[in-house]
């Protein structure tokens, strides 16, 4: 059974940073990549970030420079670290697999999803 648990969010002032961890489990971590999501109140869920075995990763236009998107193979663990936190980023955080990014239409394909970690930014 694949399992994506997501730990780390909280609540961080504004120009904090904060690090939020996916741990996977039940198939080869290599086998997927992985990506992260969120989702704030009343809107739309978006694509944020997510990395491949090959080392491809992306980033939203509304992350970049901001968040960063590791992986530990051994831990079977992906993180994003963000810094420079505003108050649009509160949403819940959700991790995927297997998720495939394209430049154009942003993250497509996910099959498993974690129950997700709250970020709240306060200004």
């Known amino acids: 059974e694949v399992r994506l648990v997501e730990s780390g969010g909280g609540l961080v002032q504004a120009g904090g940073s904060a690090r939020l961890s996916c741990e996977a489990s039940?198939?080869?971590?290599?086998?997927?990549?992985i990506g992260w999501f969120r989702q704030a109140p009343g809107k739309e869920r978006e694509g944020v970030s997510s990395?491949?075995?090959?080392?491809?990763?992306y980033y939203a236009d509304s992350v970049k420079g901001r968040f960063t998107i590791s992986s530990d193979n051994a831990k079977n663990t992906v993180y994003l670290q963000m810094n420079n936190l505003k108050p649009e980023d509160t949403a819940v955080y959700y991790c995927?697999?297997?998720?495939?990014?394209?430049?154009?239409?942003?993250?497509?394909?996910?099959?498993?999803w974690g129950k997700g970690t709250l970020v709240t930014v306060s200004s």
């Open positions: 995927a697999a297997p998720c495939y990014s394209d430049p154009e239409d942003g993250l497509y394909g996910m099959d498993y």
């Open positions: 039940g198939y080869t971590f290599d086998d997927y990549a």
């Open positions: 990395i491949s075995s090959d080392g491809t990763i």
